[in-house]
Nanobody, 126 residues
């Protein structure tokens, strides 16, 4: 099992930037894919971005492509989400998640992600 702890959320005005971090511990050697998801009030949890073990491959939701960037730290046990040009519709609780499935260049299947963080709130005001 992998333990995940997010940080870096907060409040920002539209057009601003934030960087989220996720620290992973535990059996990280079995983690192939990591991802960021988000859930707005009254909506289902949706994927934001995924990244493979080495950090060489990424995949983004259309809604964040060109504005968000997912990356992994050099030790491979830290995940980042750099968010820029934020919009009010980006307001949500953001979760990092880990999967032992191999990365694919397609929208991830949430049930493949067996480990989740507690979430961090991002609020974008207009």
């Amino acid at each position: 099992q992998v333990q995940l702890v997010e940080s870096g959320g907060g409040s920002v005005q539209a057009g601003g930037s934030l960087t989220l971090s996720c620290a992973a511990s535990g059996r990280t050697f079995r983690t192939y894919t990591m991802g960021w998801f988000r859930q707005a009030p009254g909506k289902e949890r949706e994927f934001v971005a995924t990244i493979n073990w080495s950090g060489s491959n990424t995949y983004y939701a259309d809604s964040v492509k060109g504005r968000f960037s997912i990356s992994r730290g050099s030790a491979k046990n830290t995940l980042y989400l750099q968010m820029s040009s934020l919009k009010p519709e980006d307001t949500a609780v953001y979760y990092c998640a880990a999967s032992s499935e191999e990365w694919r260049p397609s929208p991830p299947i949430k049930v493949d992600f067996g480990s989740w963080g507690q979430g961090t709130q991002v609020t974008v005001s207009s």
